[in-house]
C-alpha cells in the first residue's frame, strides 16, 4: 500500500493483506495500518489498483469499510474485488470504477496513465502520476513475457516514451532482483503439462492460484487436447472461473464441464479436477482430498496432482505436508521441485535493467519485495550508472518528499500492521501472542481455589485441571504434588491474614510457575482463580 500526497489531496495505490507467520498464533491476515489515512479521510481522492492479487486488493473490504471512496481498476481486478466487497457486504456501498490500459484519467490534480503490463495475472499496469512535480512511474507487479496467453505485451513503448518526456522518479518491483536473466515465458508451463497429461493413466487434480487465470487457460486447453472432462473444485476457484468466464478472460467449452457429482460416471483417464488449494491451506480442497477428508473426491493409485504453484513465503511446511500425504495416497504428483510447472510472474534482471534503461529516471526507488530485494534491486541501478544518492532505500512508514527536483526521505509515520483474528481487526497486544506461544508450546494449568471470603481460610481442595500440557513422567504423582503446594500455599495465604483475591492468585501463580519449570523444565500458561464463598 501505497499514498501518494499533493496539493492536499491523497491517491492511494494499492491496499494488500499478507498472511501470518508461525509465531501469529490464531491471527488470519495482516492488513496495513490505516491510521494515518484516516485521519486525512476527506483527502483521500481514490484508490488505483495495479492488479488483482491478494498482496495488492486484499485489504480493500477493510479500509473501504471505514474510507469510502472511488476505486480505479482493469475490468478483470475490479471483478475480483467485487468478489471480495460481496463477501464483506460491501458491493453496494462501493464505487468501483473501470480504467484501460492507455487511457489517461484525470483524477483530483493527479494526471494517471495506465500502461498494461505482463503478470501472473491478466489485466495487470503500471502507472505513471504525473503533477507539476514531476512524473512518477510505478510497475506494479511485471516481467517482459514476449508471447503472453492473452497476447497482453507489456507496453515497453510507453515506458521509453515516458523515458523520453522525463521521469522523476521510478518505483519498480524487486521480487526477482537476485535472480539473473530473464523469467522463463508462461506457455513453457503448457509443455510440462502436456507431457503430464500424455503420461497421465487415471484422473489429474491440477492445483493453481484461483487468480492465476493464464494457468487456468493453460489446464483447460491441455485438458481439451486430451478429451478430458474438467469439473471444478473449491470456493474461491469456482467463483473466480465463473467471473473470468463472464467477463471473457477465461475460454471454457460448456460442453467440457461436469460437476463433482458427475465425475464417477466416466472413466478416470477421461476427468481432469482443477482446484484450489495450492499452498496447502488447512480447508482447501487440496488439502481435504490429501487427507482423505473430501466428501466427493477420494484419490486413488493412478491419479496424478499437479500443484502447478510456488509455495508463498512461510507456506512452505503446509505445502511439503500436504505433498507428503498426497504420496502416502499413492498417487504422483508432480511439482515444482521435480518438474517445471511453474513459472515467476516477476522480472528478473535483464528485465529490471530493461525498465531502469527505457525510463532513464533522475532517481530510483526499489519496491515490492523482502530487504534483501530491493538491496540487489538498488545495486543492480547503481551497476547501471546511477548514482546512489540519487537511489531512496525506503521502508514501511518512510515519507518521501519530492520537490524542486529533488527526491529525499523527510519523515516517517506510524506504518505498522494490523491484524485480523476472526471477526475481530485491530492491534493483537504482545502479551496475548507470548499466552498463544505458550499454550502452543507447553499448555495449560487452570487453578480454581476457594477460600473463605471473610478470613481467606480455605473451604475446599483447589481443582486443578491441566490441558495441553506433556509430561513424560508420573502425571497422576505430578498432579499430586501440584495440588498439594496449591493447598500449602492456600493455607499460608490464610495464615497470613491474606484476604486480597488477586494477591492470593499472584501467591499461587508465583509459586506453581517455579515449581512446573523446576521439576518439568515447561512454562506452561497458569491461570489462577480465587473463588470467594
Given at each position: ?10 491517491l492511494?495505490?494499492d ?5 501470518p ?6 491471527i488470519?491476515?495482516i ?5 494515518y489515512?484516516r ?13 488483482g ?12 469499510r471505514?474510507?469510502?471512496v472511488?476505486?480505479?481498476g482493469t ?6 474485488v467485487?468478489?471480495k ?8 456501498r462501493v464505487?468501483l ?18 500502461i ?11 502507472l505513471a502520476i ?15 513475457d ?5 497476447k ?7 515506458f521509453?516514451?515516458?523515458?523520453a ?43 493453481s ?14 485438458s ?32 467440457m464441464l461436469?460437476?463433482?457429482?458427475e465425475?464417477d ?6 476427468i ?9 491451506e ?18 486413488e ?7 502447478s504453484?510456488r ?24 511439482y ?10 516477476h ?31 538498488a545495486?543492480?541501478a547503481?551497476e547501471?550508472?546511477?548514482?546512489r544518492k ?5 521502508s ?23 491484524f ?9 497486544q ?21 477460600v ?6 480455605v473451604v475446599a481442595p ?9 509430561y ?20 499460608d ?10 494477591l ?19 512454562r506452561p500458561l497458569?491461570?489462577?482463580i480465587?473463588v470467594?464463598?
Amino acid at each position: 500500500m501505497m499514498v501518494m500526497e499533493y496539493e492536499g489531496r491523497i491517491l492511494v495505490i494499492d491496499a494488500g493483506l499478507s498472511f501470518p507467520k508461525d509465531e501469529l498464533l490464531g491471527i488470519d491476515l495482516i492488513i496495513p495500518d490505516f491510521s494515518y489515512i484516516r485521519d486525512r479521510a476527506d483527502m483521500v481522492e481514490a484508490v488505483l489498483l495495479t492488479h488483482g492479487h491478494e498482496d495488492h486488493v486484499g485489504a480493500l473490504p477493510f479500509f473501504l469499510r471505514e474510507i469510502n471512496v472511488p476505486v480505479y481498476g482493469t475490468r478483470l481486478t475490479l471483478g475480483l474485488v467485487k468478489n471480495k466487497l460481496e463477501e464483506h457486504g460491501l458491493a453496494d456501498r462501493v464505487d468501483l470504477r473501470e480504467i484501460v490500459a492507455d487511457e489517461p484519467k484525470q483524477i483530483g490534480p493527479f494526471h494517471c496513465d495506465f500502461i498494461s503490463v505482463t503478470h501472473s495475472i491478466p489485466d495487470g499496469v503500471a502507472l505513471a502520476i504525473t503533477t507539476s512535480v514531476g512524473t512518477v512511474v510505478h510497475t506494479g507487479d511485471f516481467k517482459l513475457d514476449p508471447n503472453p496467453i492473452d497476447k497482453r505485451r507489456t507496453n515497453m513503448g510507453k515506458f521509453g516514451e515516458l523515458g523520453a518526456q522525463g521521469v522523476l522518479m521510478l518505483l519498480s518491483d524487486s521480487t526477482n532482483a537476485e535472480v539473473e536473466g530473464v523469467t522463463g515465458p508462461e506457455k513453457s508451463v503448457g509443455k510440462t503439462l502436456e507431457q503430464t497429461f500424455r503420461q497421465a493413466q487415471g484422473r489429474i487434480i491440477a492445483a493453481s492460484f484461483a487468480s492465476h487465470i493464464h494457468r487456468i487457460q493453460q489446464i483447460v486447453d491441455v485438458s481439451k487436447r486430451h478429451r478430458r472432462k474438467l469439473a471444478i473444485v473449491g470456493r474461491s476457484m469456482v467463483r473466480n472461473a465463473q467471473m473470468a468466464r463472464e467477463l471473457g478472460y477465461l475460454n471454457i467449452p460448456e460442453e467440457m464441464l461436469i460437476s463433482l457429482g458427475e465425475i464417477d460416471n466416466f472413466k478416470p483417464s477421461k476427468i481432469v479436477i482443477l482446484s484450489s488449494g495450492s499452498q496447502g491451506e488447512p480447508l482447501s480442497a487440496l488439502t481435504r482430498m490429501a487427507f482423505g477428508d473430501h466428501k466427493k473426491v477420494k484419490l486413488e493409485p493412478g491419479d496424478t496432482v499437479i500443484l502447478s504453484a510456488r509455495p508463498v513465503p512461510g507456506n512452505e511446511v503446509s505445502v511439503h505436508t500436504v505433498i507428503n500425504r498426497l504420496f502416502k495416497q499413492g498417487v504422483r504428483v508432480v511439482y515444482e521441485s521435480v518438474a517445471p510447472v511453474h513459472v515467476s510472474g516477476h522480472a528478473a534482471r535483464e528485465e529490471l535493467k530493461m525498465i531502469i534503461n527505457l525510463t532513464q529516471p533522475k532517481f530510483f526507488m526499489p519496491i515490492h519485495g523482502e530487504y534483501r530485494h530491493l538491496y540487489f534491486h538498488a545495486e543492480l541501478a547503481e551497476e547501471m550508472g546511477m548514482d546512489r544518492k540519487r537511489i531512496v532505500m525506503a521502508s514501511n512508514g518512510d515519507v518521501i518528499q519530492a520537490s524542486d527536483g529533488k527526491v529525499k526521505i523527510v519523515d516517517k509515520i506510524d506504518a505498522g500492521m494490523t491484524f485480523v483474528d476472526g471477526l475481530d481487526v485491530g492491534d493483537i497486544q504482545d502479551v496475548t501472542l507470548r499466552d498463544r506461544q505458550k499454550l502452543s508450546r507447553d499448555g495449560t494449568f487452570i487453578v480454581v481455589a476457594p477460600v473463605r471470603e471473610q478470613d481467606g481460610s480455605v473451604v475446599a481442595p483447589p481443582d486443578i485441571t491441566a490441558k495441553g500440557f506433556v509430561y513424560m513422567g508420573n502425571r497422576r504423582e505430578l498432579m499430586k504434588e501440584v495440588s498439594a503446594l496449591v493447598k500449602e500455599t492456600m493455607k499460608d495465604g490464610a495464615t497470613l491474614a491474606i484476604t486480597d483475591p488477586g494477591l492470593l492468585q499472584e501467591h499461587i501463580h508465583s509459586r506453581l510457575a517455579k515449581f512446573l519449570y523446576k521439576k518439568t523444565k515447561k512454562r506452561p500458561l497458569i491461570m489462577v482463580i480465587v473463588v470467594e464463598v
